[in-house]
Each structure stands twice: as structure tokens, then as C-alpha cells.
T-cell receptor, first 113, second 113 residues
Framework: ETGVTQTPRHLVMGMTNKKSLKCEQH?????MYWYKQSAKKPLELMFV???????ENNSVPSRFSPECPNSSHLFLHLHTLQPEDSALYLC????????????FGDGTRLSIL | DAKTTQPTSMDCAEGRAANLPCNHS???????VYWYRQIHSQGPQYIIH???NNETNEMASLIITEDRKSSTLILPHATLRDTAVYYC??????????????FGGGTRLMVKP
């Protein structure tokens, strides 16, 4: 138990569907992150929220839309995805400042048909 | 952030110490060294981090050379459950933009009976 919970664990969707991934942290952190891990590739940082404001967007396509309603919750809204978007999507949280590490959830395995 | 270099893969006998090296020759004075591991189908798990002194916790020891250009993660008594990909990351831990991590390919450690 890492203190970061992601739902659902697995998701299969068609290219025209709209779905959302959810992340919740119980660690009292104030920064949250979305990462993408494609097969045989390193983790790629997608979005960073610090104190509920987006501070980093690594040129992610607009078909991915993040939302951070409060410091404990993070969403990734998905629409009109492509087959190459099939991957493991990981959420993490940390304190904004200091040297304490990020803590990760176990991810959502997304498959696009 | 400083780039890290790790061997692609390593083997270790069960019960023996696993020593995982990492080169970070361009590390800056205020950059920390973090180690994570990822077991198949799970999110990355934080192991340990340090700045310049050696560190030890219940999972592992981190040995950082005096010039800080390399480090070694030591799992003192490897078990089959330590089979995973191990990531060495260097990161500045100050600022108000969160604690962003850049993952490389890591070292695939295989612990064998």
C-alpha cells in the first residue's frame, strides 16, 4: 500500500469513447503527477500539478486533459485516443518542496481498440 | 537534471548481496540521487535517496563516492522478490514546481535461486 490509489486498474476503450482515470493520494502531499509508460520505453512525465495548479505539460496531445480539483485528487480525461496511446498510466504524489520522494500508484493499464 | 548511466541488466544469486552501480558524472552540488524499482505490472517503488553521505534504510544501502560522480545501491540479501527494474535518478529537490523525475532505462535485476 503506497498511499496512492488509481482506478480503474484496467481499461479497454474504443477510439471514439470518452473515459477518465482517477488518482487519489492519502499522504498529505501537495503535488501530483501523471506519467505514461509505453511498452519497452522509460516512464514519460505528462503533467505536473503543484498546489493544484498545472506547472508542467510536456507537449502532451490535447486528447489528454488533466484535472486537479484538490490536492488529494487527480484525473486524466481521455477522448478520441489512438492505438499508440495504449500504455500504463501512472500517478504519483509528493511534497512541492524539499527532497522527499514521489510515491506512485500501481497505474491504469489502458488498451485502445 | 544530470544524466545517469546504468547497466542494462544484472544477475544475482538469492541470498547474496546485489550491488547496482550508477554513473552520474555531471551531477551538480545540489542534486540528490534517488533509487526506485519497478516490479512487473506495478508502479515504481521508492527505495532510498541521498545527497553526499551514505544512507541506509530497511530496504537497502546507498553508497555515494566522495566526488559524487557515481553511486551503488546495495541490497544486502537479495530474494526472488527483489527481481525488478532498478532506476537511478538525480534530481534537484528545491523549487516550487514539484519534484519532477526523469526516468532512464534502468537496470533489470534478475535474482536467481
Amino acid at each position: 500500500e503506497t498511499g496512492v490509489t488509481q482506478t480503474p486498474r484496467h481499461l479497454v476503450m474504443g477510439m471514439t469513447n470518452k473515459k477518465s482515470l482517477k488518482c487519489e493520494q492519502h499522504l498529505g502531499h501537495n503535488a501530483m503527477y501523471w506519467y505514461k509508460q509505453s511498452a519497452k520505453k522509460p516512464l514519460e512525465l505528462m503533467f505536473v500539478y503543484s498546489l493544484e495548479e498545472r506547472v508542467e505539460n510536456n507537449s502532451v496531445p490535447s486528447r489528454f486533459s488533466p484535472e486537479c480539483p484538490n490536492s488529494s485528487h487527480l484525473f486524466l480525461h481521455l477522448h478520441t485516443l489512438q492505438p499508440e496511446d495504449s500504455a500504463l498510466y501512472l500517478c504519483a504524489s509528493s511534497q512541492v518542496v524539499g527532497n522527499q520522494p514521489q510515491h506512485f500508484g500501481d497505474g491504469t493499464r489502458l488498451s485502445i481498440l | 537534471d544530470a544524466k545517469t548511466t546504468q547497466p542494462t541488466s544484472m544477475d544475482c544469486a538469492e541470498g547474496r548481496a546485489a550491488n547496482l552501480p550508477c554513473n552520474h558524472s555531471t551531477i551538480s552540488g545540489n542534486e540528490y540521487v534517488y533509487w526506485y524499482r519497478q516490479i512487473h505490472s506495478q508502479g515504481p517503488q521508492y527505495i532510498i535517496h541521498g545527497l553526499k553521505n551514505n544512507e541506509t534504510n530497511e530496504m537497502a544501502s546507498l553508497i555515494i563516492t566522495e566526488d559524487r560522480k557515481s553511486s551503488t545501491l546495495i541490497l544486502p540479501h537479495a530474494t526472488l522478490r527483489d527481481t525488478a527494474v532498478y532506476y537511478c535518478i538525480v534530481r534537484v529537490a528545491f523549487g516550487n514546481a514539484g519534484n519532477m523525475l526523469t526516468f532512464g532505462g534502468g537496470t533489470r535485476l534478475m535474482v536467481k535461486p
